[in-house]
């Protein structure tokens, strides 16, 4: 413990700065996950790009489809009475595109959240001193 304390002090964190980064990483995914599958809904990579990838990485693609058969999203959407049975099954496969997408690029998109959650507490931060200075 007393590693992680050395640690987020040598970057600059503090204790308090933990409940604001907390909300900052999790807003960062909830972005992620609902641009990715936006994104997926509008572009439909499964009939291009997915085709090559689904055969390749086919242990992570049927995790894609268990995870979309089993998420209460997906069934809320499927389910919905104000989105047509089309409209709610392009939603799900587009939610199991971004499941995919995101698994594939989760080297890349794990480091960048958190460098994105240390800038933005960083940035909080100074902003309450701000405040604080002015009287704010």
């Keep these: 413990m007393e590693e992680v304390k050395k640690f987020l002090s040598s970057a600059g964190l503090r204790p308090a700065d933990i409940p604001t980064a907390l909300v900052i990483h999790e807003v960062l995914g909830v972005s992620v996950l609902l641009s990715a599958w936006a994104a997926c809904w509008a572009v439909k990579p499964s009939r291009n790009l ?28 499927r389910n919905s009475k104000y989105l047509s049975s089309r409209r709610g099954a392009e939603l799900g496969v587009a939610f199991g595109e971004s499941y995919f997408l995101r698994k594939l690029c989760m080297p890349v998109l794990i480091p960048l959240k958190l460098w994105m959650t240390y800038q933005l507490v960083g940035w909080a931060r100074g902003e309450q001193e701000k405040g604080a200075e002015t009287g704010h």
């Excluded at 242990?59 to 995870?67: G, R």
Aim: no cysteine; charged share 25%; aromatic share 8%.
């Design 50 to 77: 997915l085709n090559a990838l689904q055969v390749r990485k086919l242990p992570e693609w049927q995790k894609a489809q268990e995870n979309v058969n089993k998420s209460k999203l997906i069934n809320f959407v």
